[in-house]
T-cell receptor, first 109, second 119 residues
């Protein structure tokens, strides 16, 4: 079983739609959780951290369920510019990040 | 602008040659840098942790004699792929943690990546 699992997609949604991605992790000792965004052939960039209480940044909402060991990302009012691969990332200690394979999102007009 | 710079962005070499990739932190000092490899449609896989002034820590299955890492200063780490073979063709990405970043543990910034093609 992979340490971090994501549905690779692609998720094809129209502009303005709401889309949600889930991610599961296997190690219950995981400490920190993040969503990164990666555009095609580019480096990943931090989108947002994920906190136990859930957190929101504009159109993006992230949630963590430690009991079920999953993380979610909700994108509201999708924009064409949201098209990218979204990487779920888990941290066991301060140095090592474990990346999921990513979920590809394609927003169409 | 980029806070971690990686060079070269693209390199093509012949089988058997060695290739050096540089990773620089531009706005901060990085005592630790990380080297990842990403194959098409796969996740980033951590290869090694580069520690300034000491030996790198390699992940299981990564050959330290093949992937030489040098972290000679607080702003520069280099990865040398020695005696490259076609199966080494991949996207190599470095990253560094800014202790002053917005993450609780310091934001991780990535270089632009280096696409290696070994003929």
């Amino acid at each position: 079983r992979k340490e971090v699992e994501q549905d690779p997609g692609p998720f094809n949604v129209p502009e303005g739609a709401t889309v949600a991605f889930n991610c599961t992790y296997s190690n219950s000792a995981s400490q920190s959780f993040f969503w990164y965004r990666q555009d095609c052939r580019k480096e990943p960039k931090l989108l947002m951290s994920v906190y136990s209480s859930g957190n929101e940044d504009g159109r993006f909402t992230a949630q963590l369920n430690r009991a079920s060991q999953y993380i979610s990302l909700l994108i509201r009012d999708s924009k064409l510019s949201d098209s990218a691969t979204y990487l779920c990332v888990v941290n066991y200690n301060t140095d090592k990040l474990i990346f999921g394979t990513g979920t590809r999102l394609q927003v169409f007009p | 602008g980029a806070v971690v710079s990686q060079h070269p962005s693209r390199v093509i070499c012949k089988s058997g040659t060695s290739v050096k990739i540089e990773c620089r932190s531009l706005d901060f000092q990085a005592t630790t840098m990380f080297w990842y490899r990403q194959f098409p449609k796969q996740s980033l896989m951590l290869m090694a942790t580069s520690n300034e002034g000491s030996k790198a820590t390699y992940e299981q299955g990564v050959e330290k004699d093949k992937f030489l890492i040098n972290h000679a200063s607080l702003t520069l780490s280099t990865l040398t792929v020695t005696s490259a073979h076609p199966e080494d063709s991949s996207f190599y990405i470095c990253s560094a943690r800014d202790p002053a970043g917005r993450e609780p543990t310091g934001e991780l910034f990535f270089g632009e990546g280096s696409r290696l093609t070994v003929l």
